[in-house]
């Protein structure tokens, strides 16, 4: 049976990533070594690593003023890095809370630094960037650009005020195109869009380099792994080529606008689906809904749980929503094939039809 995966995190790989990578595997290109055997300090691993930068300053045409760092430690270690790394003398920072992950990422701030939250979302809606009480001696403001476990998503970028804007892409991250130049630091987690769970991407300015407060561990230090190309110790290898693979796949694949092309229509086609009668029903707001999480639900939460169970059968796989929210949840990372999305419309018909 044909399995298709909805997950959150970890996600789906394109196939050819995967034969791909069953092959590196195997023997990294000639080098008599499994790609999962290469030292860190080698020739082919600084190949990898190059090849990974250079795909993504492709996609994403990023200046040179801006240093890419291939970490460890996931989107949630960022939470406390942030402050550590970047409030230098000053004393606070801005923050937007939209949702369950921008809430996490307030929370692990507050513990270093006093973290403002300067807009608030309700669940439905998102906090319009124009509304912001951006304060100017902030040491940076940051917002997440879609709430994955909420299903809500930014559709526009904040224009740049004199604080640097820092953002929590780890479900959109490369999924559209991004104006970087309005971001001082842009962080993701690779498991979501971008490969294999281990692996960190940072894209930061220069400008905010070298303000780590005394005590930060060097792996974490942003300038010192910009200074020693993420190899401060050893990085996640395997994760790195996978994001090498991944990159150049969606370079193949047209870039980043036709990758942003190909999520609206998987997620409108979902969303035409819960839309079509009061069966299936979608908190967010029309305007802030999520191209990537498409969160949704039934008439009662009995039926969120037997949908789930049901989908599982036939090959729909990790459909449940957030413990938090509850409800149904489809993710419609990168790699995730119009093919799912159409069996998955095809199943909520017969659902309805068996259970409406
Ligand atoms: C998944 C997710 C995280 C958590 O990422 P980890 O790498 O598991 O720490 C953080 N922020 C957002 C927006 C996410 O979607």
Redesign the pocket.
């Known amino acids: 049976m044909k399995v298709f995966s909805f997950s959150?995190?970890s996600s789906k790989l394109p196939s050819d990533v995967l034969e791909a990578l069953g092959a590196d595997i195997g023997e990294w290109s000639g080098a008599g070594l499994s790609a999962l055997e290469l030292p860190f300090t080698g020739k082919e691993f600084a190949g990898i690593a190059a090849f990974a930068e250079h795909d993504l300053r492709a996609l994403l045409d990023l200046p040179e003023s801006y240093h890419v760092l291939f970490l460890q430690g996931?989107?949630?270690?960022q939470f406390s890095l942030l402050p550590m790394n970047l409030l230098g003398d000053l004393d606070h920072c801005d923050y937007v809370q939209s949702g369950h992950?921008s809430r996490?990422?307030i929370a692990a701030a507050s513990l270093c630094c006093d973290a403002r939250i300067i807009a608030s979302g309700d669940g439905i809606t998102l906090p319009d960037p124009s509304s912001w009480d951006r304060s100017p001696n902030a040491a940076y403001c940051h917002y997440?650009t879609?709430?994955?476990a909420d299903g809500l998503q930014f559709h526009s970028y904040p224009e740049t005020v004199a604080t640097p804007l820092v953002a929590?892409m780890?479900?959109d991250f490369l999924t559209r195109p991004i104006p970087v130049e309005r971001f001082g630091l842009i962080y993701a987690?690779a498991?979501?869009n971008l490969g294999a769970?281990g692996l960190?991407i940072v894209i930061v300015h220069q400008d905010l380099l070298g303000r780590a407060r005394s005590g930060t561990p060097a792996p974490f230090d942003y300038a010192r792994q910009a200074q020693s190309k993420s190899r401060v110790n050893t990085p996640p290898t395997f994760a790195v080529l996978v994001a090498r693979r991944m990159l150049a796949w969606l370079r193949e694949q047209g870039g980043l606008a036709a990758a942003a092309a190909r999520n609206r229509k998987k997620s409108g086609k979902l969303y035409a689906a819960i839309d079509r009668d009061d069966f299936y029903s979608c908190r967010a707001s029309p305007r802030h809904r999520s191209s990537i999480n498409v969160c949704f639900h039934l008439p009662d939460p009995s039926l969120d749980l037997l949908f789930a169970e049901e989908a599982h059968v036939k090959g729909l796989c990790h459909l449940r929503g957030h413990p938090e929210v509850g409800g149904v949840r489809a993710s419609l990372y990168n790699a995730v094939t119009e093919d799912a999305v159409d069996a998955l419309v095809s199943f909520m018909s017969d659902f309805k039809r068996r259970r409406g």
């Open positions: 959150s995190a996931g989107a949630s270690a992950w996490r990422a997440t879609n709430e994955t929590d780890t479900a987690g498991q979501k769970a960190t």
